[in-house]
């Protein structure tokens, strides 16, 4: 390796807190953190603190009333007739006392990581407290307040005149950073997520390519309800091996939501940590073959805090640091230290069991169905090789 990799982590990531009911909750951040460092894969000189993003920073993407509004919110000050047309104090994105400097940490995070990243600082960079890819331009949605991918990709076009491939393996689509470069050629959005159909937020169809000079930029793989690893694995290196052999980017930014695995509450997936460990993996031979190595890693969703998310995210810090060859039992001692707060059993093992869960009986149906909208999504590439001739 001849550059390192950095972590960007701070306890005030947890900040970011709706209420203690709420499924999203930032101790997964900490849970993997406290992980990695109990393995001896994470060391302080690897450690960087988030800074907070400007308000100049924010209004990239977002309107500028709405971050007032998220000021007044936080500060118990906006009325909730006002704050209802932000999106703001609804079920999914309750209002919580300083929620605008919680958020703009998030953002800073991310911001930080791509600093470091296109400086030359890092080769790599993560940001597990960022990944928030519902945010719209004047609107909350889905657990997410301002869109840290968004406002960091606006960043890389001003401040270092990138191209930038965003992908997103959520399990939901990542609609707020395709609605916002929909018309824009330099960046490349691909979202593979559980079809809308039945899941929030209803879109990333198969149909949704993008508008104007940005047609052809925007690539969706919904896939069905109880979709495994397998087919969830085909689908994603088929696409993002042509998505990024069509798009060359300067900079790959991954969402890395682990919510798709079969433990995961919100969610109707059938994914194992085998894909955790195969998403980064792909992502890093992207990074070195198209970017010199520009690769920045955001988080994402992940409800059940703690069977998956420690440990997928654990993963893909292994994977961008090249020790992802740790396998076997987690170390007694994590487990010992958290096990008293958690209300299932923690995992003993890095991996999955192979029979986490009882067999799928559309399973042929479904692998089929997720074949054929891998074709459809690539069909654009594959039809202008055809009449290239290449
Ligand atoms: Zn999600």
């Not at 020790?323 to 958290?338: H, N, V, Y």
């Amino acid at each position: 390796m001849s550059k390192n990799s950095v972590f960007i982590y701070s306890d005030a990531f947890q900040t970011y807190k709706f209420h203690d009911r709420h499924p999203f909750n930032q101790l997964r951040v900490k849970l993997t953190y406290d992980l990695l460092q109990t393995v001896g894969a994470l060391h302080d000189s690897q450690i960087v603190a988030p800074r907070l993003a400007t308000d100049e920073e924010l209004a990239l993407v977002h309107d500028i009333d709405y971050i007032e509004a998220v000021k007044k919110a936080g500060k118990g000050i906006l009325s909730e007739e006002i704050a209802i047309n932000y999106g703001l104090g609804t079920e999914d994105t309750p209002i919580f006392p300083n929620m605008h400097e919680a958020s703009a940490l998030l953002v800073g995070g991310t911001l930080t990581a791509v600093d470091y990243v296109l400086s030359g600082k890092a080769e790599h960079a993560l940001s597990l407290g960022g990944g928030l890819h519902h945010g719209f331009r004047g609107k909350a949605s889905g657990f997410c307040i301002y869109n840290d991918s968004s406002v960091a990709i606006k960043y890389m076009q001003e401040k270092y005149g990138v191209r930038v491939l965003y992908v997103d393996t959520d399990a939901h689509h990542g609609d707020g950073v395709q609605w916002t470069f929909y018309d824009d050629p330099n960046v490349c959005t691909f979202s593979i997520h559980e079809t809308g159909r039945y899941l929030f937020p209803g879109t990333g169809n198969v149909n949704e390519r993008g508008q104007g000079k940005g047609y052809g930029y925007s690539f969706n793989i919904p896939v069905d309800a109880f979709t495994e690893d397998e087919s969830w694995l085909a689908a994603y290196k088929e696409a993002l091996m042509e998505i990024a052999d069509f798009f060359r980017p300067d900079v790959i930014l991954t969402q890395n939501g682990v919510d798709a695995h079969y433990y995961d509450p919100l969610t109707h997936l059938c994914a194992t940590m085998r894909i955790y460990r195969e998403i980064p993996k792909l992502a890093h031979q992207i990074a070195h073959q198209y970017c010199n190595g520009r690769w920045i890693a955001v988080g994402g969703g992940g409800y059940d805090i703690w069977r998956v998310v420690p440990r997928a995210w654990a993963l893909l810090w292994l994977e961008m640091t090249e020790q992802s060859d740790i396998s076997g039992p987690l170390p007694k001692e994590w487990i010992a230290r958290w096990q008293q707060h958690a209300p299932v059993s923690l995992p003993l093992e890095w991996d999955d069991p192979d029979d986490l869960y009882p067999p799928i009986p559309r399973k042929a149906e479904i692998t089929e169905k997720n074949a054929q909208t891998v074709i459809k999504a690539l069909q654009p590439i594959r039809s202008n090789k055809q009449r290239l001739n290449l």
